[in-house]
């Protein structure tokens, strides 16, 4: 069952290094660097913190999601266990944030899915590794 989580791990880490790369560049897909420009114009209308006067540039949103996703990514997959759990509850966050926006945009259903599962698999991990620490101290 611990090798399951391990692939769970690693490729969940490795789908968000790739999606951070293609909001930081236009190099791996064009096409998909853009739609992310277009989502976080959209995305920047709808920050958390807008009403309290804070304005948010869509660019230097994309370009901090996708740091954050890339390096979290990374470290999801091939960190330390302190590191995982660090990057996993930065990456929660983050989706959790891309599925407030999407709620309060109104997108269809099928929009939230990806940001969805994503969440559920890093908060599964989350959980696994709490439970984990709970049988190891009462060992």
Known sequence: MALV?????????????????????????????????????KFAQVFPLIEEGIEVDPMNYLKAVGWIEL??????????????EVSDIALSIVMMGELYSFLVLKEEFQAC???????????????????????QKKQ
């Open 5 to 41: 989580f391990v692939v769970i791990r690693v490729l969940l880490g490795l789908f968000f290094v790739l999606t951070g790369a293609i909001k930081l560049t236009d190099r791996i897909s064009p096409e998909l660097h853009a739609e992310a420009v277009d989502e976080f114009v």
């Open 71 to 84: 390096i979290g990514g990374f470290l999801l997959a091939f960190g330390l266990k302190f590191m995982q």
């Open 113 to 135: 899915l990806p940001a969805a599962c994503c969440l559920f698999l890093l908060l599964t991990l989350l959980y696994i590794w709490e439970r984990d620490k709970d049988k």
